[in-house]
């Protein structure tokens, strides 16, 4: 499932039986610049319990690094 969040997107999946992630990606889908390297997408966090975890960590992430990423020119 996909949220929307601050002009990003994650995605919420189950890797295992009640082993949840998120993965990150900007909105308009261009990559993640950090520190020069462009990534597509960043998968984040642990496997939490439950997919409402997940995202929750997946938007504390975005809280905190959102400043620090920037676009491609």
């Not at 909105?27 to 990534?39: E, K, R, T, Y």
Request: net charge negative; aromatic share 12%; proline share 4%.
């Amino acid at each position: 499932m996909t949220h929307l969040y601050d002009a990003y997107d994650i995605e919420s999946f189950e890797v295992g039986r009640g082993l949840w992630h998120a993965r990150i990606r900007r909105a308009d889908h261009q990559p993640v610049l950090i520190n020069g390297c462009a990534f597509p997408l960043l998968e984040v966090g642990f496997a939490w319990s439950n997919e409402g975890a997940a995202v929750a960590h997946a938007k504390q992430h975005i809280d905190r690094f959102k400043d620090c990423w920037a676009a491609p020119n």
